[in-house]
């Protein structure tokens, strides 16, 4: 049980203004792994304040001793690699061994990588007559999601500390343990007072009244559209720069030259990475028409040799999902696609066999499934694969396209050209071939 009773505020372990608090919950056991004060919106504006302070003397410190503070992070997640990587696989349900490589080596590289960068990286540039300086945007809100919890904290906390900016981070109130391990590792790295600052809370508080600040100079936000939504909107009201990184339901084109064994194959892998919590899964499969039947078979037979159960234990492939809402969520999805006619070859709304303690879905993939139906053009969030058929690169690319979202995609092809002017045209922010 992870008790942390404060927030991390102005170089110091700081009591909420409130008294409320935030319960964690274990993914498998659905027991209580940890709690966090609930954090007003006065501890965000304490936050603010102390970041704003602490700017200036921050934004002018030399970059190799930047650096050697990212250096010691990265250091510090390193030596609590078993730990950290044993509480997100409590509080989000990866298995362990992926936790360990995913959910906290990343964010360790992620520190290492912006320490050496500031080696090389060049603030000023000259252009003819005129000199391109690229300075620190001042005090930036950091706003993240439950299902890397680390790595998104890291993800921005990083390169805004290498910049030169100062922080105030709001984690997830779902997956908050890993952030407050982070304020620990941060403390003892011994950077300044206020440059890094930890305001656990809910979105609707904490959240918008750092999106809402005058003194924030930015909010870099991930999570789900409709929050990012409602952060671009207050932010409004201050003009400041918002970044926000959204949902998606990315499409993974295989082309009828693929080698389909496999492309379907590491597809569906993709598509249940993290059990499906994975904002640039690839849920949506577009298979030629021609080899669908074939696609569904392997698709079938992928599934139903997942191994799915306790995520602590070694071998397992799937865990449970991070919440009992989450797992309704998605059981519901599946519900709704059966209700709108696609046809289920494997899993359910109902739990896997055996495991009706902890937040398990069952690996379930749908055929037969019409880009129009809800599942396949709202983000579901869990182990759902949709196998749509296509019947010809354009038309691939039709249906990739013929979404809101936007963010990531696959093709598979033999052909490295021709999978090549696919990805070309494909409307999203990132695309992997084969
Ligand atoms: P969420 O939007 O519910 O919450 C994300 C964060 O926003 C949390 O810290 C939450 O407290 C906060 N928040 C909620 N309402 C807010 C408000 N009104 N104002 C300010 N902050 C608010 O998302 P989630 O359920 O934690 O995460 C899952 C979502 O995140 C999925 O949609 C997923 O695709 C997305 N995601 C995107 C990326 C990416 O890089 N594009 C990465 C990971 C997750």
């Not at 599934?303 to 919440?323: F, I, N, Q, W, Y």
């Not at 809101?404 to 090549?420: C, E, N, P, Q, T």
């Amino acid at each position: 049980m992870k008790l942390y009773k404060r927030l991390f505020i102005d170089g110091e372990w700081a009591e909420a203004s409130g008294s409320g608090r935030f319960d964690v919950i274990h993914s498998v056991t659905e027991e209580v792994m940890g709690r966090v004060p609930e954090g007003t919106s006065h501890d965000a504006a304490r936050a603010v304040e102390a970041a704003r302070a602490a700017f200036d003397s921050w934004a002018a410190t030399p970059r190799d001793v930047r650096a050697m503070y990212l250096t010691r992070i990265h250091e510090g997640v390193v030596a609590r690699t078993e730990e950290l990587a044993a509480t997100v696989t409590g509080e989000v349900g990866v298995p362990l061994q992926t936790s360990v490589v995913v959910q906290v080596g990343h964010p360790a590289n992620t520190a290492k990588a912006y320490a050496e960068l500031l080696d090389e990286y060049s603030f000023e540039q000259r252009i003819g007559h005129s000199l391109v300086v690229r300075e620190p945007v001042g005090v930036v809100a950091c706003i993240t999601p439950w299902n890397f919890p680390l790595h998104q904290a890291m993800a921005k906390v990083a390169p805004a500390l290498a910049a030169g900016c100062t922080v105030v981070l709001k984690p997830s109130e779902v997956a908050p343990l890993t952030a407050f391990a982070l304020a620990e590792i941060i403390d003892a790295a011994g950077l300044p007072r206020g440059v890094f600052n930890l305001v656990s809370g809910t979105g609707a508080t904490v959240g918008e009244a750092l999106a809402g600040h005058d003194q924030v100079d930015m909010v870099s936000f991930t999570g789900s559209t409709r929050a990012g939504r409602r952060v671009s909107e207050v932010a409004a009201r201050t003009i400041k720069r918002v970044a926000v990184e959204l949902g998606g339901k990315s499409a993974c084109i295989i082309l009828d030259d693929a080698p389909l064994e496999q492309a379907v194959t590491a597809g569906l892998a993709n598509c249940f990475r993290n059990c499906g919590q994975t904002c640039s899964a690839w849920s949506r499969m577009l298979v030629p028409r021609a080899k669908y039947a074939a696609a569904v078979e392997i698709a079938k037979r992928a599934a139903e040799a997942l191994d799915v159960g306790d995520p602590r234990v070694d071998g397992t492939d799937l865990g449970p999902l991070a919440s009992a809402l989450q797992r309704d969520r998605v059981r519901s999805y599946i519900s709704t696609g059966i209700e709108e006619g696609a046809t289920l070859v494997t899993g359910g709304p109902k739990p896997p066999p055996g495991l009706i303690k902890g937040y398990y879905v069952s690996p379930t993939v749908f055929a037969n499934v019409h880009n129009t139906m809800t599942i396949a053009r709202e983000e579901v969030f869990g182990p759902v694969l949709c196998l749509i058929a296509h019947d010809s690169d354009d038309d691939a690319v039709r249906l990739a396209n013929d979404s809101i979202y936007g963010l990531s995609a696959g093709v598979w092809s033999a052909d490295s050209k021709r999978a090549d002017a696919v990805a070309r045209r494909l409307r999203t922010g990132q695309v992997d071939i084969n």
